[in-house]
Nanobody, 125 residues
Framework: QVQLVESGGGLVQAGGSLRLSCSVAGGTFSSYAMGWFRQAPGKEREFVSA????????RYQDSVNGRFTISRDNAKDTVDLQMNSLKPEDTAVYYC??????????????????WGKGTLVTVSS
């Protein structure tokens, strides 16, 4: 059973930065595309970012493009999301996800095989 555990959430002022990390256990990490989703209060869960199994390709939601950077370390079985220039509208629970294909993450998340439990990011104005 693959387990995803997020860390790094917290409270930050607008304009600040946070780095989320996701540790993966129980599977062959390098066989999965990885990504992040988020869910703000009262809103549907939405795609944030994804990265291919070897890190050669990345995708971002338009609203975070240029501010967030996704990366992975296949030697450590971790995927990170560096979030800069944070805005109050970035406030959400952020979920780490794993899928056997990049498309499974970027097209509505219907092909996601595993989800983490989430970490809360709160951006104050």
């Amino acid at each position: 059973q693959v387990q995803l555990v997020e860390s790094g959430g917290g409270l930050v002022q607008a304009g600040g930065s946070l780095r989320l990390s996701c540790s993966v256990a129980g599977g062959t990490f390098s066989s999965y595309a990885m990504g992040w989703f988020r869910q703000a209060p009262g809103k549907e869960r939405e795609f944030v970012s994804a990265i291919t199994w070897n890190g050669s390709g990345t995708r971002y939601q338009d609203s975070v493009n240029g501010r967030f950077t996704i990366s992975r370390d296949n030697a450590k079985d971790t995927v990170d999301l560096q979030m800069n220039s944070l805005k109050p509208e970035d406030t959400a629970v952020y979920y780490c996800v794993a899928s056997r294909s990049m498309v499974g993450i970027t097209t509505g998340g219907y092909g996601i095989n595993y989800w983490g439990k989430g970490t809360l990011v709160t951006v104050s104005s």
